[in-house]
């Protein structure tokens, strides 16, 4: 008797399906063990893909990939593909016949593969035309295995009427496409263009499978055949081949599997052969569907991406469900603020499938971070050996273990291999020359790396302070000056200069550099924000050029509007100017703080839109409060910063308005905020898991500092009480066992 291990209602409803339509639970039970589990009914189903596909789909939640049918009536054009593919079809076998060949023959099967294998990418007639006009002369890729194949009407017809038009030049798709996607834009890599391959070659009855090669397979089989070709090793692979594996086309033959490879037209796959691996067609819609989960977390689409990977689960367990796993835990992590996996969960990815390419690369990284390097050294030798991720972690091993040389001879294998970043490169690179206390060699490293990457402006900081520390300050000055010419408009490097003139003394040349950096700044800074307006406002302080400053504004406010930053600083810079040092008896603190009082006069209610969504200007409002409420406590002040927060429709703008009022100890203006209290706090139905902890302590602080006489007002007591009871509630479950003892303690007053 034959039983179930089915772990999802849906999966038990297509075996039942399945069963109704004649399959017998023997034929279901794939690996014959007397148990049928949920890989081998999805196994099955896949197998009959036109009456099983809408079950498939609502299981998996994404439709079968490689189908040519989206089987939807109302639409034509995946009808014209099936028709215009099997009329191609149809003229090769018929050409076969007529040259005495039966399809169980392997010259059959294999000249049939290889003419589709053509069609797929031969330019369809629209892009024929764009390119040569009426005369196809000029093309011939695929014309000698067509003649050798004794087809050379079938391929003058091809080229007259088009193939597929998969492009030759491989361009990968935004999000991982199925076959139908593929061909119609053009776009895809190595599972989309095997998607293709395979529903034409399963048309064809060739009973193709998928197979895969994992990224260490991939690096040694091109090695094999590049270097028995004598070539340079330069083959169109993405890097995501050479790390998380690759999947290709294969037919059976009577000798041997024959793959085709589906990024590099024209090589028919012998190089593949001691590396392939065929998979179920299972684990092809996995590794599909884990592919689209990673384009939706770069994508930061997490609930498309925890969709995917709740269908892929639910497929079964294959080596390729690890994948799954890892993306779960993933998506946990990013969910907590964890951002990585834990160290088990990643053994347990690797134990399911030990190829997981990110998996790989976080758990070494883990144990280089443990310094376990032993362990970090064997988890590394598992990884493509020249995958760039592999090669930085192998070069931070060789440094841990104090192999500088090492390590620098890594870092310029990848810096020589064409590797983006090369100014990082360069810098890691003179970090190794300074760990062995060669300077010299490791500010040539850094010149070097300015001069690859002028743009990479961490290099400068780097250099600066280099020369600083070392003294030379007359060549960090002849640097600066070298680097300004050559970079204009690059405010990091004025700024240093601003910095570095005035430390030598040299006022009148930092002020020039200031003029540059102010001007600069107005004309090229597309927003401002409260911090940028702050550190104008120090500059302008350190060099008393208030004057100059507001003109910078002026023209600032002209191209971006009035913005809230601008304004603030434009109001500080004029009440500066205005008064002067001498003639106000205030403190530059105190002028900010008075200049933010008729700032928010005239911004009033400004912080949001009219839909409550948050703004840059809402976290200007902020850091206007906490400056503000540090100002003597005056009923008009916390009345305008009351009314302040209430215009921002955000909770955190509801505690300081709470705030505010209750600070202000003012009985009117606590009594105005006690029905908002009410509306903020509905404590009956609240838990103390929906508040967050930091915002409930300000207000318990400042009900700790309210007057006696205004807690013992029963209406007013009545509510700080029960909001005590709930601010040690919320104690409780943040494991703050000191705040709420103090606020236990707080309660005996009452």
Known sequence: MITTRIENAAVGALLDTMIKDGIKKTEIDLDGDGSISNFEIMETALRYPQKYHRQISSIAGRSIPWLLDDYDPSTIADKKIREDADAFMAKVKARLTQQGLKPSDDLYKTSLANAIYAYVYTPTKEQFEKAYGEDRGGY????????????????????????????IVPIDAELEATALETIQKGRGLCTERSKVIFALFERAGLNPVFARMTGRDVEKSTLDHFSALGTPIEPPYSERDYTEGHIIVGIPTGRKMLYFEPNVPSHMGDMFDDYAKNISLTEMLQVEMGNLIQNYIEAKDMDSARRMVDGGLLLGDTWSSGNMIFYKHMLDAIASSQYEPLEEQLVEVLAKNPYMFPARAMYCQHLLQQSRLNEAEECLNEMPQDSIQRLIMGAALASQRGNYEGEREILRKIYTGGA???????????????????????????????????NELSTYDILFNLYLSEGQKDKTIEFLRRYTSANPFNLYIMNTGINLYADSGRKDEAEQYL??????????????????????????????????LLKCLDILADRNGNSLPLAYARTVVV?????????????????????????????????????????????????????????PQKKEHWS???????????????????????????????????????????????????????????????????????????????????????????????????????????????
Not at 144 to 166: R, V
Not at 604 to 618: D, H, I, P, Q, Y
């Open 140 to 167: 011939n890729l695929f014309r000698d295995e067509f003649y050798y194949m004794g087809m050379p009407t079938i391929y003058d017809d091809m080229i007259t009427s088009g193939g597929l038009g998969l492009p």
């Open 420 to 454: 983006e970043g090369k100014g990082m490169i360069l810098q890691h690179i003179a970090s190794s020359y300074f760990k062995e206390g060669k300077t010299g060699e490791a500010l040539e490293s850094l010149e070097l790396a300015i001069t690859e990457d002028p």
């Open 515 to 548: 003029k540059r950096y102010l001007l600069v700044s107005a004309l090229t800074v597309k927003t401002i924000s409260l911090e940028d307006t702050k550190n104008l406002i120090a500059l302008a302080k350190r060099f008393d050029m208030w004057e100059y």
């Open 575 to 631: 009440g500066k100017t205005k008064y002067g040092p001498d003639q106000m008896d205030l403190t530059f603190t105190s002028l900010i703080k008075l200049a933010y009082v008729e700032l928010i006069k005239n911004h009033r209610g400004s912080a949001v839109k009219e839909n409550g969504e948050n703004t840059e200007n809402a976290y200007v409002h902020r850091d206007l409060y906490w400056d503000l409420a540090e100002l």
């Open 640 to 750: 305008l910063l009351r009314d302040l927060c209430l215009s921002v429709k955000m909770p955190e703008y509801n505690f300081l308005a709470l705030h505010a009022a209750w600070a202000s100890r003012d009985k009117e203006l606590i009594t105005t905020a006690l029905a908002f209290y009410d509306r903020t706090f509905d404590l009956s139905k609240g838990s103390p898991t929906d508040f967050m902890y930091e915002p409930l302590e300000l207000l318990m602080k400042t009900v700790e500092k309210l007057p006696k006489e205004m807690l013992a007002d029963k209406e007013f007591g009545r509510r700080m009480k029960s909001f005590v009871k709930f601010f040690i509630r919320v104690c409780e479950v943040n494991d703050r066992a000191d705040s709420a003892e103090g606020a236990e303690a707080f309660l005996k007053i009452f």
